[in-house]
C-alpha cells in the first residue's frame, strides 16, 4: 500500500508542476466572447444622424441614404437591434421614397421644358404616389422616435430636429409638385399640340440604293408649321432637316449600312418662340429592310492537331475575288480569293514558343458594295510531346558511401538534379546525366529529396520534372545497431547454452564421491553410526540411507521410553544443527556433540549390560 | 534509493510525457494553442508552421514569414538577418500593437511606425469599442477585418490597405471615452511595401487578427489568404514570441522525440532499447514473480536439483518438509 501511495502522490506532484507551468503566461489581447457588448456611442451616433438631417434638407438625398445605409453597419447589443433596425429601416424608407418623388418631379420640370404636356402629367402623378408613401413612412419613423431615442441614449429633442428637417423637404417636394401642377394647368390651354407625320419609300431596298423620307408638322386644326427644325433619325444617327413654307420636309438617304432592318422616325422639339406655345411631337417608327450579300466563308486548318514549329495549311473558301485577312497566332495574313473564290497558305509554321492549348484561326472578309462583311474561324489544338525518361536512382543510400543517381531520356535536354537536404546541384546537357551523390555522413534524415527537371531543347517535347526520394539509413548508425544487436544475441546464446549444459548434467549426473566404509567418515560421523549400530542392537530399529535425522527419530519415538528418547532427541537434534546449522555452530559445538554422543554410547551399553 | 520511489517517479515522468504530448501549448500565438488566443486554425488553413532567424536564409523567395505579437525588440543580429531575407526577395508581414518591431521598420529603410496607442472606434466595431472593424481593400476587392486591441500606422510611402472609420480615435489614457486632445479620424491599420530590396513588406497595427477568436470573423482569413501567394509557404517566427517554460519543455521532448524517430538515430536507439526492454523485462519478471506467484515448498528443492543434478529430491523434499513444520518431529 506504501509503495502505491507514494506512486500516487509523486504522480500528483509532478502532474501539478505541468499544469502550473501551463498557466503561467499573462496574455496581451482581449478574449472577445469574455467582453462585455457595448453600446455604440450617442455623440458618434448622433453626429451621423445630423449628417442624413443635412443632406435630406439640401435634397441630396443619395447622400443622405449613403449614410443611412452606413448606420446599419454600427455594432449593437442584441437588446438594442430591434429598435435600432427598425428605426434605420423606416428612415431608409422615408429617404428612398423623398427621393424618388424628387426624381419625379425633375423629370416633369424637364418635360415642361420641351412642352412634353403629356409626359408631365405622368410624371406628376408619379410624384404625387410617391409622396403619399413618403408620409406614410415619415409618420412611422416619428412614432418610433421615441423609443429610439430612449434605447440608444441620444436626446429625443436631437432626434426630432434631425426628424423636423426631413419633414420640411417632404413639405418642400409637396410644394414643387403643386407648383407643377399649377403650372401646367396654367400653360397647357395656350399650348397648341403638334403632330408629325413620317413615310418612307421604298420599303424594301438593296445596298447602295436611295430612300426618300418625307413627312409633314402641323398643328390642332391642320395649321402648318414651315421652316421649323425636324430631327430624322436612321439607323444610330440622326439628321436635321426643316419643314418647306407648307410644313412638309424630305430626306433623300443612300443606304449604306450592312443593317437588315433600318429603323427610321423624327422628332420636332418646339424651340426659342415655339416653346410655350407648340407641343413636342414625335413621329412612328418605320423600319426598312436592306438586302445586301454575306458571303459564306470557310476555313479549315490541316492539320487541326499540331506541336510546335509544325507547318500547317490553310485554305479559305468564300466568293471570288473579296479581300479578307487571317488572323494566326496574332499575326495577321491579308490577300483576296482568287477567281474560284479560294485563298489558300501553305507551310506556315506554328511558332516554336507557343504553349499547349486550343487556338483560334479566324478570317473577316471584308464588305464590297453590294456584298456585305463576313467572317469564320476554326479551333487547332497545339500539343506537345512527352520525353521518355527512366531514373536510376537507388533505393537505399549510406550516409558516407556513394551512390550513383542516373537519368536518361530520348530527347537532347538539359538536366538539372539538385537536392535542398544536402545542398547538391546536378547539371548536364545530353541525353543523360550520371553523377556519383555522396549524402554526409553525419546526415540524420530519413530521407533526401532529389529534385530532377528536365528541360528537352525541341520546342515541341514538353518540360518533366519529378521529385525522387531515397531512404538514407546513417552508416554509423547502423553499425551502432549491429553491434548492439550482436551484444544481445550473444548474450542470449551463452544464456541457452548454460541451460543446455544443466540439463544434460541432470540427465547424466556425476555421482559425488561417496564413503565406502566408516573408517573414511569424520570422527562425529562414526560416533553417530556407532550410536545407530547400538540402538539397532538393542532395538532391531535401524536408518536407511534415505532417512533424515528427524524421521529416524519418530522411528524411536514409540519404541524409546521417555527418559532415554528425550535426551536421544536432544543429541541428534544437536548433532544435525552442527553438520546443517552453518558457520554459527562451529568446532566447539561439534566437540560437545561428540562428548554427548560418547557419553550416550556409554549409557546404551550399561544398559544393555 | 527505494525501489517503489523509483517505480513511481518513473511512472510520473511516463504519465507528465504523455499528458505533455496531447495538452496544447496555451502560449499566445502559439502554431498549437487552441484557445481563444492561439493561432491553431491559422496554422491550419495557412499550413503555417514554425521557423527560426537561424534558418531564415534557407527559406527561398517563395515564402512569407509572419512576425506576430513580438515580446520584445529584435536584436542587432536578428534586424540584420530580417533584412537580407527582405532584400533578398522575402515577403515579411510584421504585427504587432506595441511598436516593438518600429527598430525593424527603419532598418529595412521604411518610414513607418506603429504608434503602440489604442485605437478605439465607438460606432464600428464588435462587441466592444477596443474591437474595432476596419475596411480593407486589395485590388478591387473589399473586406471587413475585426481586429482586437489594435494600434495605428504613421507612414509615408506605403500603400494603405486597411484603415479604420472616421469615427475612430485614439485612446490615449484608456478612459474608454474620446476626449478632446485624442486623435481621431481614419487612420491606417494596415500597410503595405512593395519593391524593400527585391522583397515586400507588409505592416499589420494589430497581432490578433489571426487568433482563433478572431481569424472566422468577418474577412479577416480571406483578407490575410489574399495577401499571401499561392505558392507561397507560410511561416511564424518563433524567437521573438513570448514562450512558456510549458511550452520549451513540450517543444524540446517533441523536438528529441522528432530526432529519435524520424531520423537515422532510431535504428541504434531501437537496438538500445531491445537490450535495455530485455534485461527490464527479465529483471521485472522476477520481481513480479516474487510478489504475486505463491511460493511453492519445493521451489528450492528444484532450484538445489538443478544446481546439484546428483542429489537426491526425495531426501531434499523430506527436508523441506521439516523445514515447512517448523523442525517439528512427525509423530
Excluded at chain 1, 404625387?128 to 429625443?156: M, N, P, R, V, W
Excluded at chain 1, 454575306?294 to 485554305?315: A, E, H, R, W
Excluded at chain 2, 527559406?59 to 509572419?66: E, R, T, Y
Excluded at chain 2, 500603400?159 to 474608454?176: E, H, K, Q, V
Aim: hydrophobic share 40%; proline share 4%.
Amino acid at each position: 500500500m506504501s509503495r502505491l501511495r507514494a506512486s500516487f502522490f509523486s504522480l500528483v506532484l509532478i502532474l501539478l508542476v505541468t499544469i502550473s507551468l501551463a498557466y503561467n503566461n499573462f496574455p496581451r489581447s482581449i478574449d472577445p466572447s469574455q467582453v462585455k457588448e457595448e453600446g455604440p456611442s450617442p455623440i458618434e451616433l448622433l453626429s451621423l444622424y445630423a449628417s442624413v438631417g443635412k443632406f435630406a434638407s439640401s435634397l441630396d438625398l443619395k447622400s443622405a441614404i449613403n449614410v443611412s445605409s452606413a448606420l446599419g453597419k454600427i455594432y449593437i447589443p442584441q437588446n438594442l437591434l430591434y429598435v435600432f433596425q427598425r428605426f434605420n429601416s423606416l428612415l431608409n424608407e422615408t429617404l428612398s421614397q423623398m427621393n424618388t418623388t424628387n426624381y419625379y418631379v425633375n423629370l416633369a420640370s424637364s418635360n415642361i421644358s420641351i412642352s412634353d404636356f403629356k409626359g408631365v402629367e405622368k410624371y406628376i402623378y408619379n410624384a404625387s404616389k410617391s409622396l403619399a408613401l413618403t408620409k406614410i413612412k415619415y409618420d412611422e419613423l416619428y412614432s418610433i422616435s421615441s423609443e429610439f431615442s430612449q434605447s440608444t441614449g441620444i436626446y429625443s429633442s436631437k432626434i426630432y430636429g434631425v426628424l423636423n428637417e426631413i419633414k420640411d423637404e417632404i413639405n418642400k417636394l409637396e410644394v414643387s409638385i403643386d407648383n407643377l401642377q399649377s403650372k401646367i394647368e396654367g400653360i397647357k390651354p395656350r399650348i397648341m399640340s403638334t403632330f408629325l407625320s413620317t413615310s418612307v419609300k421604298p420599303l424594301n431596298v438593296t445596298y447602295g440604293e436611295e430612300i426618300t423620307i418625307t413627312g409633314s408638322l402641323f398643328y390642332e386644326n391642320n395649321g402648318t408649321l414651315p421652316f421649323r427644325e425636324v430631327i430624322v433619325h436612321i439607323g444610330n444617327t440622326t439628321y436635321l432637316t426643316k419643314t418647306n413654307f407648307f410644313g412638309s420636309y424630305i430626306l433623300r438617304y443612300k443606304v449604306v449600312d450592312y443593317i437588315s432592318r433600318l429603323q427610321i422616325y423624327a422628332e420636332y422639339i418646339p424651340r426659342g418662340s415655339d416653346a410655350g406655345m407648340f407641343s413636342y411631337a414625335k413621329s412612328s417608327t418605320i423600319y426598312i429592310n436592306v438586302e445586301f450579300i454575306t458571303p459564306n466563308v470557310n476555313i479549315t486548318v490541316y492539320p487541326s492537331k499540331v506541336k510546335p514549329m509544325d507547318n500547317l495549311s490553310i485554305l479559305v473558301k468564300t466568293i471570288p475575288y473579296l479581300k479578307l485577312d487571317v488572323l494566326f497566332f496574332n499575326s495577321t495574313i491579308d490577300g483576296y480569293s482568287n477567281a474560284s473564290g479560294l485563298f489558300t497558305i501553305t507551310n506556315l509554321a506554328v511558332p516554336c514558343n507557343i504553349s499547349e492549348g486550343y487556338y483560334n484561326v479566324s478570317v473577316k472578309t471584308f464588305p464590297n458594295g453590294i456584298v456585305g462583311p463576313s467572317g469564320n474561324s476554326s479551333k487547332i489544338v497545339v500539343y506537345k510531346l512527352n520525353p521518355e525518361v527512366r531514373i536510376d536512382f537507388p533505393s537505399v543510400a549510406l550516409s558516407g558511401l556513394p551512390s550513383q543517381l542516373k537519368v536518361f531520356t530520348n530527347v537532347t535536354s538539359l538536366f538539372i538534379i539538385s537536392s535542398e537536404d544536402v545542398n547538391i546541384t546536378y547539371v548536364n546537357e545530353g541525353l543523360n546525366i550520371t553523377s556519383g551523390a555522396v549524402v554526409p555522413i553525419n546526415y540524420l534524415g530519413e530521407y533526401v529529396s532529389f529534385s530532377v527537371k528536365l528541360s528537352p531543347r525541341e520546342p515541341w517535347v514538353k518540360s518533366w520534372q519529378n521529385t525522387v526520394r531515397v531512404k538514407v539509413i546513417n552508416t554509423p548508425a547502423l553499425a551502432i545497431l549491429v553491434i548492439l544487436s550482436l551484444i544481445l544475441v550473444t548474450n542470449y546464446v551463452k544464456t541457452l547454452r548454460i541451460s543446455s549444459v544443466a540439463k544434460k548434467e541432470r540427465i547424466t549426473p556425476t555421482m559425488p564421491k561417496v564413503a565406502t566404509s566408516l573408517e573414511e567418515l569424520p570422527y562425529p560421523a562414526r560416533l553417530f553410526y556407532e550410536l545407530v549400530n547400538s540402538i539397532k542392537a538393542l532395538l532391531g530399529i535401524e536408518i536407511n540411507p534415505s532417512d533424515t535425522i528427524r524421521e529416524y527419530l519418530s522411528k524411536l519415538r514409540s519404541a524409546l521410553p521417555e527418559k532415554l528418547f528425550n535426551p536421544l532427541s536432544q543429541i541428534l537434534l544437536k548433532y544435525e544443527k552442527a553438520i546443517y546449522g552453518g558457520s554459527e555452530y562451529g568446532k566447539k559445538f561439534m566437540d560437545e556433540v561428540v562428548e554427548d554422543f560418547k557419553e550416550f554410547i556409554k549409557k546404551l551399553k550399561g544398559a544393555k549390560e | 534509493m527505494k525501489k517503489y520511489i523509483v517505480t513511481g517517479l518513473i511512472l510520473a515522468l511516463f504519465v507528465w510525457l504523455s499528458v505533455m504530448t496531447l495538452v496544447p501549448s496555451v502560449d499566445p500565438y502559439s502554431l498549437d494553442n487552441t484557445l481563444w488566443n492561439g493561432l491553431s486554425t491559422a496554422s491550419r488553413e495557412l499550413k503555417i508552421s514554425y521557423t527560426t532567424v537561424s534558418n531564415l536564409n534557407s527559406l527561398g523567395n517563395n515564402s512569407v514569414v509572419f512576425v506576430v505579437g513580438p515580446s520584445r525588440q529584435p536584436s542587432d543580429y536578428e534586424i540584420e538577418v530580417l533584412r537580407n531575407y527582405v532584400y533578398s526577395g522575402g515577403y515579411l508581414v510584421l504585427m504587432d500593437e506595441y511598436g516593438y518591431i518600429n527598430s525593424l521598420i527603419n532598418s529595412l529603410g521604411l518610414n513607418a511606425s506603429i504608434t503602440g496607442e489604442l485605437l478605439r472606434d465607438p460606432l464600428y466595431y464588435w462587441r466592444s469599442s477596443a474591437l474595432p472593424i476596419v475596411n480593407a481593400f486589395v485590388g478591387n476587392m473589399s473586406f471587413k477585418v475585426y481586429l482586437n486591441y489594435a494600434s495605428t500606422i504613421n507612414h509615408t510611402g506605403g500603400i494603405t490597405l486597411a484603415s479604420s472609420s472616421y469615427f475612430s480615435y485614439l485612446d490615449l489614457n484608456n478612459s474608454g471615452i474620446h476626449e478632446p486632445n485624442e486623435p481621431s479620424g481614419k487612420m491606417d491599420v494596415v500597410v503595405l511595401y512593395n519593391n524593400v530590396g527585391r522583397g515586400k513588406v507588409l505592416i499589420f497595427s494589430d497581432s490578433d487578427v489571426l487568433i482563433n477568436s478572431m481569424i472566422n470573423q468577418g474577412d479577416n482569413l480571406i483578407f490575410v489568404k489574399s495577401l499571401i501567394p499561392n505558392d507561397c509557404r507560410a511561416y511564424v517566427l518563433r524567437d521573438l514570441i513570448s514562450t512558456g517554460t510549458y511550452t520549451i519543455f513540450k517543444t524540446s521532448f517533441l523536438l528529441f522525440y522528432a530526432f529519435l524517430f524520424n531520423s537515422s538515430v532510431k535504428y541504434p536507439f531501437v537496438a538500445l532499447l531491445l537490450v535495455t526492454s530485455y534485461f527490464l523485462g527479465k529483471a521485472t519478471y522476477k520481481e513480479l514473480t516474487s510478489m504475486f506467484k505463491v511460493k511453492h515448498k519445493y521451489e528450492n528443492v528444484d532450484k538445489i536439483v538443478k544446481r546439484h543434478p546428483g542429489w537426491d529430491k526425495s531426501t531434499l523434499k523430506k527436508i523441506a518438509d521439516e523445514v515447512e513444520t517448523n523442525g517439528e518431529l512427525n509423530e
